[in-house]
């Protein structure tokens, strides 16, 4: 089906002796299931892109070698053609929908192949025997979840029935059940003959799927495994690779009881009302200083809403929050501490790394000297006159963490601060948060990443109804 | 029957939950699509665009607020609707204050054209509001090239995500004591500009990039002919629609000069 030789990619404007892809060798049988995994940077993204042609049609580079698609040169079929035979589905399912609606978008590629009414009714309903959403139809695609959200993206590609199906890290915001569906539904359309490519730092989900593993590093196939040979890899083989784990920890219930220090915040009986939906009902929920606390519970839940009640950035309709024992006003708790959300990029707004820490803050040579500390660190001295938009995404976190910390902020929370990462970028935040906690700080993450919870949490929340449902620890 | 649901907002949201289409019947309910054809929204903006700069007395003008209530109405845009005539309101009374003040006599000069403007914008917002494939399709039909279609579609899919976006970044940047008032925002514009609409417009690019990525390869680019899932196609009912509308339009300039 799909067969590239001696592919090597560099993007435009990068440096020479910079590919990121250096001399690819793959082929793919139709019907195959192939994983690619590794370090953050390695290559992947770029050679999913080579499959679907945007490298080199849509973003400029260099390309040499061949890659051979169904029998075709692909150097000479317009980038749409391979699209038709190769779906894409991006990272980030937000960025991609181009309507507004859920119909539309499921549509939109069959509408610009002209293809008939009858012919697009048709194929929707071969859609639903294996991705049954006809409840997700005619929303708008603003107001749904991201598990929703991903079943669209699936859907608008699927629905055209390319042979071939490409994903980018499709877990990436998904909680655990909805992880769950999108493996049985990667299984179903493998049943149904599709050739499937997935580019994933989670690989545990997978196992049962793929045919083939390959490990990119430094733009090159570092190695190749067979699903068997996959499986029986050693967790020690498996962080040398710099990759995530492939069981994951299972956590069980634990009979809430009352700790005997102060917590560092208390909200108690928190309701929160937005349109017509009572998003919170009654939260009560403890943190304590030196403690890491991570809230889960499923895409949609209120987990990103109880952050911003307890950081300030939204109010509550009734309840109080409480900050070391005194009862504070949303606008006093935006000022005692720090919500790092997910995308970091409109989080940051200076010209250097350094202009970025000390941004709204008085300048004195004493702020100066704490900043350079500060970035010290948290191995960012060598970036302090970089642009922070110039940074990677592990580096932009740990620029607003530095910034959080230099505004001696108590209470610092995380939204989804492993996202995306791999294996080794993971456990480097797992270290820097355990180290902040041990400093005496309150960190609350809110995570899907049950490897992140297992390298250092202390404490689990899950919520349910918009209030803590549970509290688990690590089995 | 409107099987569109275009009441924006959380409301039809969840109204629509409790009528989700789930079978055959409802696919074909969507295929029969009814709300009023694109080619009459589109139709409708031009004829409102030479009314509302050339008319001067000001009881036709408000003759033609009136207008674009009743049209915001017909399309069910009731919310639209309301808030057209909260915002056209304030304005026209602010302007019936007498002021001696020059400053404040120019803001209420820009006031006024700004009023002339609005009669306009919120004719088109129901084209913004139709489905993106019958929008497409529609324009399609029309022969307009596929580029400024596709331009437009984006347009409109990418105004309630810069809002988003905006939001995201005022929220964020309260926790580092930047931006925190509109006052703010007014006394260090060159500060405000880079705060947000730098971090504004890398997100928006980023964005930008992925959602035409995504497009091409479903085939945004291919030029020729698309087709809907929708079924768009002029009714009696659009045909009378467009004629009323050109009449009201060629009636409004008429009475205006009329009572010049």
Request: charged share 20%.
């Amino acid at each position: 089906m799909i067969k590239l030789s001696g592919i090597t990619f560099r993007y435009a404007g990068a440096a020479h002796e910079s590919e990121s892809l250096k001399d690819i060798n793959l082929t793919v049988n139709a019907g195959e299931c192939i994983l690619l995994t590794g370090k953050s940077g390695c290559g992947k993204t770029t050679l999913t892109r080579v499959l679907n042609g945007l490298c080199p049609k849509f973003y400029e580079g260099e390309l040499s070698g061949e890659y051979l698609l169904a029998g075709n040169d692909t150097n000479e079929l317009p980038v749409n053609e391979i699209g038709r035979t190769v779906g894409s589905v991006f990272q980030d399912p937000r960025s991609q929908f181009f309507c507004t609606n859920t119909t539309d978008e499921i549509v939109f590629s069959m509408e610009s192949h002209a293809y008939s009414q009858a012919d697009m009714t048709r194929r929707l309903e071969s859609l639903w025997e294996i991705l049954p959403i006809q409840h997700l139809l005619e929303r708008r695609i603003f107001n749904l979840s991201s598990g929703e959200k991903q079943k669209i993206a699936i859907a608008s590609v699927c629905a055209a029935e390319p042979k071939v199906l490409i994903l980018d890290e499709p877990s990436a915001n998904l909680d655990a059940d909805a992880t769950e569906q999108l493996a049985a539904l990667l299984e179903r359309l493998k049943r149904r003959g599709h050739t499937i490519i997935i580019s994933e730092h989670r690989i545990h989900y997978l196992m049962n799927i793929v045919d083939r593993m390959l490990v990119l590093d430094n733009g090159r196939i570092y190695r190749e495994y067979t699903k068997e040979e996959a499986v029986g890899l050693a967790e020690n083989e498996l962080l040398q690779l710099g990759l995530r784990k492939l069981i994951q920890p299972r956590f069980i219930p634990l009979a809430p009881a009352k700790p005997g220090i102060m917590p560092a915040a208390i909200s108690e009986k928190i309701y929160l009302q937005k349109g017509n939906s009572q998003i919170l009902q009654g939260l009560d929920m403890r943190v304590f200083a030196g403690e890491i606390t991570a809230i889960t519970g499923s895409n949609g839940a209120g987990k990103t809403t109880i952050c911003k009640v307890l950081t300030g950035v939204e109010k509550e309709n009734s309840g109080t929050v409480c900050y070391g024992g005194t009862i504070l006003k949303p606008k006093e708790r935006i000022r005692n501490s720090y919500l790092v959300q997910q995308d970091t990029d409109y989080q940051l707004y200076a010209a250097t790394v350094m202009q970025e820490l000390l941004i709204g803050l008085k300048e004195t040579p004493d702020i100066r000297k704490q900043a350079c500390m500060y970035l010290e660190k948290l191995n960012l001295t060598e970036f302090r006159d970089r642009h922070p938009a110039s940074l990677s995404g592990g580096q932009k976190q740990r620029v607003l963490i530095a910034a959080a910390l230099l505004r001696n902020r108590q209470l610092i929370v995380l939204d989804e601060p492993t996202s995306g990462l791999d294996g080794m970028h993971m456990r480097l935040t797992a270290e820097l948060l355990s180290s902040m906690a041990a400093d005496g700080k309150t960190i609350i993450l809110i995570t899907h990443d049950m490897e992140l919870i297992d390298s250092c949490v202390t404490r689990i929340y899950h919520v349910g109804e918009g209030k803590i449902a549970n509290e688990y620890r690590i089995h | 029957m409107e099987s569109y649901n275009e009441l924006p907002g959380i409301h039809s949201h969840i109204s629509k939950i409790a009528a989700q289409p789930t079978s055959a019947d409802d696919l074909h309910k969507i295929i029969s699509y009814a709300g009023i054809d694109c080619r009459v929204r589109l139709f409708a903006i031009l004829a409102a665009t030479l009314p509302s700069f050339l008319l001067k007395s000001e009881i036709t003008l408000l003759i033609m607020a009136v207008f674009v209530v009743v049209w915001l109405c017909v399309l069910r845009q009731i919310r639209t609707a309301i808030i057209f005539t909260v915002i056209y309101a304030a304005f026209y009374l602010l302007q019936r204050i007498n002021v001696t003040d020059m400053a404040i006599g120019s803001i209420l000069m820009v006031l006024s054209i700004f009023r002339r403007f609005m009669l306009t914008a919120f004719i088109a917002m129901p084209l913004g509001k139709a489905p993106t494939g019958v929008l497409i399709s529609s324009l399609s039909k029309m022969h307009v090239p596929r580029q400024v279609t596709i331009a437009l579609a984006v347009m409109f899919r990418f105004m309630p995500t810069v809002a988003e976006e905006y939001n995201a970044i005022r929220s964020s940047q309260k926790f580092r004591g930047i931006g925190i008032s509109g006052w703010g925002l007014l006394r260090h514009p060159v500060r405000s500009y880079e705060t947000i609409l730098v971090p504004l417009l890398i997100r928006t690019t980023k964005i930008a990039d992925e959602l035409s990525a995504s497009a091409i390869l479903r085939g945004a680019s291919v030029e020729g002919e698309v087709s809907s899932f929708r079924t768009v196609r002029l009714t009696h009912a659009d045909c009378i629609c467009l004629i009323i509308i050109a009449i009201l339009s060629a009636g409004l300039l008429a009475l205006d000069l009329l009572w010049r």
